[in-house]
Protein backbone atom coordinates (compact mmCIF):
# COMPACT_ATOMS: atom_id res chain seq x y z
CA UNK A 1 0.00 0.00 0.00
CA UNK A 2 1.68 3.51 -1.05
CA UNK A 3 1.83 5.73 1.75
CA UNK A 4 2.84 8.61 -0.74
CA UNK A 5 2.00 8.57 -4.69
CA UNK A 6 3.41 10.87 -7.61
CA UNK A 7 1.28 10.05 -10.03
CA UNK A 8 2.70 11.36 -13.12
CA UNK A 9 5.67 8.93 -14.34
CA UNK A 10 6.99 12.28 -16.37
CA UNK A 11 6.68 16.02 -17.16
CA UNK A 12 8.15 17.75 -20.10
CA UNK A 13 8.42 21.97 -19.45
CA UNK A 14 10.16 24.54 -21.58
CA UNK A 15 12.95 26.27 -20.27
CA UNK A 16 11.60 29.26 -18.18
CA UNK A 17 8.34 28.42 -17.61
CA UNK A 18 7.07 26.98 -14.35
CA UNK A 19 7.35 23.51 -13.48
CA UNK A 20 4.64 21.94 -10.96
CA UNK A 21 5.56 18.44 -9.69
CA UNK A 22 2.51 16.85 -7.61
CA UNK A 23 2.49 14.38 -4.55
CA UNK A 24 -0.33 12.72 -2.47
CA UNK A 25 -0.26 11.12 0.71
CA UNK A 26 -2.68 8.99 2.55
CA UNK A 27 -1.59 9.34 6.39
CA UNK A 28 -3.05 12.34 7.90
CA UNK A 29 -0.55 11.96 11.21
CA UNK A 30 2.36 12.76 8.74
CA UNK A 31 4.13 16.06 9.80
CA UNK A 32 7.36 16.56 7.88
CA UNK A 33 7.12 16.44 4.03
CA UNK A 34 9.83 17.27 1.67
CA UNK A 35 11.48 16.73 -1.96
CA UNK A 36 14.74 15.49 -3.38
CA UNK A 37 15.88 15.76 -6.79
CA UNK A 38 18.46 12.93 -8.35
CA UNK A 39 20.19 13.13 -11.86
CA UNK A 40 21.45 9.45 -12.86
CA UNK A 41 24.18 7.65 -11.06
CA UNK A 42 24.52 9.71 -8.02
CA UNK A 43 22.38 9.49 -4.89
CA UNK A 44 19.23 12.19 -4.00
CA UNK A 45 19.95 15.37 -2.54
CA UNK A 46 17.71 17.23 -0.29
CA UNK A 47 15.98 20.08 -2.15
CA UNK A 48 12.69 21.65 0.16
CA UNK A 49 11.24 20.87 3.16
CA UNK A 50 7.90 21.77 4.81
CA UNK A 51 6.37 21.00 8.35
CA UNK A 52 2.70 20.37 8.69
CA UNK A 53 1.92 23.73 10.68
CA UNK A 54 3.03 25.47 7.55
CA UNK A 55 0.89 25.66 4.10
CA UNK A 56 4.06 27.02 2.20
CA UNK A 57 7.73 26.92 1.96
CA UNK A 58 9.97 29.47 -0.39
CA UNK A 59 13.82 28.71 -1.65
CA UNK A 60 14.57 30.78 -4.04
CA UNK A 61 12.91 29.09 -7.74
CA UNK A 62 12.07 26.71 -5.74
CA UNK A 63 8.29 26.92 -3.54
CA UNK A 64 6.47 23.83 -1.91
CA UNK A 65 2.77 24.12 -1.04
CA UNK A 66 1.17 21.66 1.93
CA UNK A 67 -2.79 21.15 1.51
CA UNK A 68 -3.51 19.36 4.22
CA UNK A 69 -7.30 18.88 4.17
CA UNK A 70 -6.37 16.85 0.48
CA UNK A 71 -3.26 15.59 1.82
CA UNK A 72 -1.46 16.91 -1.34
CA UNK A 73 1.75 18.86 -1.88
CA UNK A 74 3.17 20.44 -4.92
CA UNK A 75 6.36 21.85 -5.56
CA UNK A 76 6.71 24.61 -8.02
CA UNK A 77 10.61 25.96 -10.19
CA UNK A 78 10.08 29.07 -11.74
CA UNK A 79 11.78 29.52 -13.66
CA UNK A 80 12.40 26.47 -14.53
CA UNK A 81 16.50 25.74 -16.21
CA UNK A 82 17.39 22.69 -18.14
CA UNK A 83 19.62 22.28 -15.27
CA UNK A 84 16.93 21.34 -13.18
CA UNK A 85 16.03 18.12 -15.49
CA UNK A 86 16.27 15.56 -13.50
CA UNK A 87 13.67 12.96 -11.10
CA UNK A 88 12.03 14.48 -8.40
CA UNK A 89 11.15 12.63 -5.21
CA UNK A 90 8.60 13.48 -2.53
CA UNK A 91 8.54 11.88 0.87
CA UNK A 92 6.31 12.35 4.01
CA UNK A 93 6.33 10.88 7.78
CA UNK A 94 8.01 11.89 10.54
CA UNK A 95 10.44 10.53 13.30
CA UNK A 96 12.95 9.78 10.81
CA UNK A 97 10.77 7.35 9.36
CA UNK A 98 9.42 8.62 6.34
CA UNK A 99 8.09 6.78 3.17
CA UNK A 100 8.82 7.88 -0.73
CA UNK A 101 6.70 8.62 -3.80
CA UNK A 102 8.25 6.69 -7.12
CA UNK A 103 9.42 9.95 -8.71
CA UNK A 104 8.75 12.67 -11.62
CA UNK A 105 11.38 12.81 -14.25
CA UNK A 106 11.76 16.18 -15.56
CA UNK A 107 12.75 17.19 -18.87
CA UNK A 108 13.07 21.24 -18.73
CA UNK A 109 13.66 21.74 -23.02
CA UNK A 110 15.63 24.80 -24.10
CA UNK B 1 32.08 19.72 6.27
CA UNK B 2 32.62 16.28 4.61
CA UNK B 3 28.92 14.55 3.62
CA UNK B 4 28.02 11.18 3.70
CA UNK B 5 30.18 8.91 2.50
CA UNK B 6 29.07 5.69 1.19
CA UNK B 7 32.02 2.83 0.49
CA UNK B 8 32.60 0.89 -1.81
CA UNK B 9 30.48 2.93 -4.92
CA UNK B 10 29.80 0.14 -7.30
CA UNK B 11 29.73 -4.18 -6.09
CA UNK B 12 29.11 -7.50 -8.12
CA UNK B 13 28.28 -10.10 -6.01
CA UNK B 14 26.66 -14.15 -6.75
CA UNK B 15 23.68 -15.06 -5.34
CA UNK B 16 23.87 -16.97 -1.95
CA UNK B 17 26.76 -14.66 -0.88
CA UNK B 18 26.48 -11.83 1.60
CA UNK B 19 27.42 -8.28 1.50
CA UNK B 20 28.17 -5.71 3.84
CA UNK B 21 27.69 -1.60 3.35
CA UNK B 22 29.24 1.10 4.89
CA UNK B 23 28.07 4.84 5.70
CA UNK B 24 29.97 7.25 7.09
CA UNK B 25 27.68 10.28 7.91
CA UNK B 26 28.37 13.73 8.96
CA UNK B 27 30.63 14.46 11.76
CA UNK B 28 27.88 15.28 14.72
CA UNK B 29 25.06 13.55 13.39
CA UNK B 30 23.49 10.63 15.05
CA UNK B 31 20.81 9.32 13.09
CA UNK B 32 21.77 7.10 9.84
CA UNK B 33 18.92 5.73 7.98
CA UNK B 34 19.58 2.96 5.05
CA UNK B 35 16.96 2.93 1.51
CA UNK B 36 17.12 0.67 -1.01
CA UNK B 37 15.77 2.22 -4.28
CA UNK B 38 15.04 0.02 -7.62
CA UNK B 39 13.50 1.15 -10.69
CA UNK B 40 10.14 0.03 -9.75
CA UNK B 41 9.68 0.37 -6.31
CA UNK B 42 11.48 4.03 -5.98
CA UNK B 43 13.24 4.81 -2.52
CA UNK B 44 12.28 2.16 0.47
CA UNK B 45 13.13 2.50 4.10
CA UNK B 46 15.34 -0.34 5.62
CA UNK B 47 16.10 0.64 9.26
CA UNK B 48 17.29 3.89 10.79
CA UNK B 49 20.14 3.34 13.74
CA UNK B 50 20.52 6.47 16.45
CA UNK B 51 23.25 6.44 18.89
CA UNK B 52 23.92 2.44 17.89
CA UNK B 53 20.29 1.41 18.20
CA UNK B 54 18.29 0.38 15.74
CA UNK B 55 15.25 2.90 16.27
CA UNK B 56 12.88 2.23 13.27
CA UNK B 57 12.51 -0.69 10.83
CA UNK B 58 10.75 -1.09 7.67
CA UNK B 59 9.65 -4.12 5.49
CA UNK B 60 12.29 -6.08 4.85
CA UNK B 61 13.37 -9.52 5.44
CA UNK B 62 15.69 -10.72 7.83
CA UNK B 63 18.72 -11.07 5.05
CA UNK B 64 18.91 -7.06 5.90
CA UNK B 65 20.87 -6.08 8.70
CA UNK B 66 22.99 -3.41 9.96
CA UNK B 67 24.62 -2.02 13.10
CA UNK B 68 25.80 1.15 14.01
CA UNK B 69 29.53 2.24 16.12
CA UNK B 70 29.78 4.21 18.61
CA UNK B 71 31.55 6.50 16.12
CA UNK B 72 28.11 6.54 14.24
CA UNK B 73 29.43 5.01 10.94
CA UNK B 74 26.72 1.83 10.29
CA UNK B 75 26.93 -0.82 8.25
CA UNK B 76 24.62 -2.79 6.52
CA UNK B 77 24.83 -6.23 5.95
CA UNK B 78 22.50 -8.57 3.53
CA UNK B 79 23.13 -12.52 3.63
CA UNK B 80 21.98 -14.72 1.39
CA UNK B 81 21.73 -12.71 -1.90
CA UNK B 82 19.06 -12.66 -4.31
CA UNK B 83 18.91 -11.30 -7.60
CA UNK B 84 16.15 -8.73 -6.83
CA UNK B 85 18.39 -7.05 -4.17
CA UNK B 86 20.24 -5.57 -7.33
CA UNK B 87 19.36 -1.85 -6.51
CA UNK B 88 21.14 1.56 -5.10
CA UNK B 89 21.38 1.40 -1.65
CA UNK B 90 21.52 4.90 0.08
CA UNK B 91 22.19 6.37 3.64
CA UNK B 92 21.29 9.09 4.94
CA UNK B 93 22.22 11.20 8.43
CA UNK B 94 20.74 13.53 10.33
CA UNK B 95 21.67 15.69 13.31
CA UNK B 96 19.08 14.24 16.29
CA UNK B 97 16.83 11.41 16.76
CA UNK B 98 13.56 12.37 19.06
CA UNK B 99 12.64 14.68 16.32
CA UNK B 100 12.54 14.96 12.63
CA UNK B 101 15.72 16.96 11.12
CA UNK B 102 16.91 17.03 7.51
CA UNK B 103 18.58 14.30 6.14
CA UNK B 104 21.32 14.72 3.89
CA UNK B 105 22.24 11.69 1.24
CA UNK B 106 25.07 9.74 0.52
CA UNK B 107 26.01 9.14 -3.29
CA UNK B 108 24.89 5.40 -2.96
CA UNK B 109 26.39 1.93 -2.87
CA UNK B 110 24.79 0.17 -6.80
CA UNK B 111 25.16 -3.64 -5.55
CA UNK B 112 24.48 -5.71 -8.72
CA UNK B 113 23.39 -9.61 -8.02
CA UNK B 114 24.27 -12.25 -10.45
Known amino acids: DQQVKQNSPSLSVQEGRISILNCDYT??????FLWYKKYPAEGPTFLIS?????DKNEDGRFTVFLNKSAKHLSLHIVPSQPGDSAVYFC?????????FGSGTKLNVKP | KAGVTQTPRYLIKTRGQQVTLSCSPI?????VSWYQQTPGQGLQFLFE???????NKGNFPGRFSGRQFSNSRSEMNVSTLELGDSALYLC?????????????FGQGTRLTVV
Open chain 2, 49 to 55: YFSETQR
Open chain 1, 27 to 32: NSMFDY
Open chain 2, 27 to 31: SGHRS
Open chain 1, 91 to 99: AAGNFNKFY
Open chain 1, 50 to 54: ISSIK
Open chain 2, 92 to 104: ASSLEGDRYTEAF
